[in-house]
């Protein structure tokens, strides 16, 4: 059960996009179109922003999206706004049945 | 609205025991998965534990078999953690959390604010 990879930091500018990854194996990651991403504002509760690699729950903006190819899933965020600076999490459901998570990212807007 | 309220974290010395529990409201709770994650100060998010199925299953992460154990009452709308032969890596901030469908632990829609749980003698 080790956490998938991503980068430890991003930053962009307003306006801008970026692309957060997050890597895994074919047990998890690999194995469902399971893997869901979390943004975490500080000593804040997590936030669902993205489930079942490409879907937005209801109120989440559409500037938010999700995609996977192979063992590597990814959210990019369009437009970037003050308000997106947070770590984002990813998590992928296991062929053992578990959840993993991913280290998080920092978002840094500039 | 849905709302989950953790309880039952404070200060344990390492070997010692605690339980925790999350009270749920404005959803049938039997009719979804719920976890528990936590989050060691400074850290990043671990799932730690889940029960599906309305109890049927339980499931766990490998650092904490055997010493954890998740349950439900679903007459009373609450889940639980137990918690022994606790370390001092366990500590952190515990969230209970409701998954989006019944069967699996996946898609975390909604969560309480945690219970911290601090291991220290």
């Known amino acids: 059960q080790s956490a998938l990879t991503q980068p430890a930091s991003v930053s962009g500018s307003p306006g801008q996009s970026i692309t957060i990854s997050c890597t895994g194996t074919?047990?998890?990651?690999?194995?469902?179109?399971?893997v869901s991403w979390y943004q975490q504002h500080p000593d804040k509760a997590p936030k669902l922003m993205i489930y079942?690699?490409?879907y937005r729950p209801s109120g989440v903006s559409n500037r938010f999206s999700g995609s996977k190819s192979g063992n590597t899933a990814s959210l990019t965020i369009s437009g970037l706004q003050a308000e997106d600076e947070a770590d984002y999490y990813c998590?992928?459901?296991?062929?053992?049945?578990?959840?993993?998570f991913g280290g998080g990212t920092k978002l840094t807007v500039l | 609205e849905v709302q989950l309220l953790e309880s039952g974290g404070g200060l344990v010395q390492p070997g010692g025991s605690l339980r925790l529990s999350c009270a749920a409201s404005?959803?049938?709770?039997?009719?979804?998965?719920m976890s528990w994650v936590r989050q060691a100060p400074g850290k990043g998010l671990e799932w730690v534990s889940a029960?599906?199925?309305?109890?049927?299953?339980?499931f766990y992460t490998d650092s904490v078999k055997g010493r954890f154990t998740i349950s439900s009452d679903n007459s009373k709308n609450t889940l639980y953690l137990q918690l022994n032969s606790l370390r001092v890596e366990d500590t952190a901030l515990y969230y209970c959390?409701?998954?989006?469908?019944?069967?699996?632990?996946?898609?975390?829609?909604?969560w309480g604010q945690g219970t911290l749980v601090t291991v220290s003698s």
């Open positions: 959390a409701k998954a989006n469908g019944r069967a699996t632990s996946r898609n975390l829609d909604y």
């Open positions: 404005g959803f049938t709770f039997s009719n979804y998965a």
């Open positions: 029960i599906v199925n309305g109890g049927a299953n339980t």
């Open positions: 074919s047990g998890d990651v690999g194995a469902y179109d399971f």
């Open positions: 079942d690699v490409r």
């Open positions: 998590a992928s459901y296991t062929s053992s049945s578990t959840v993993v």
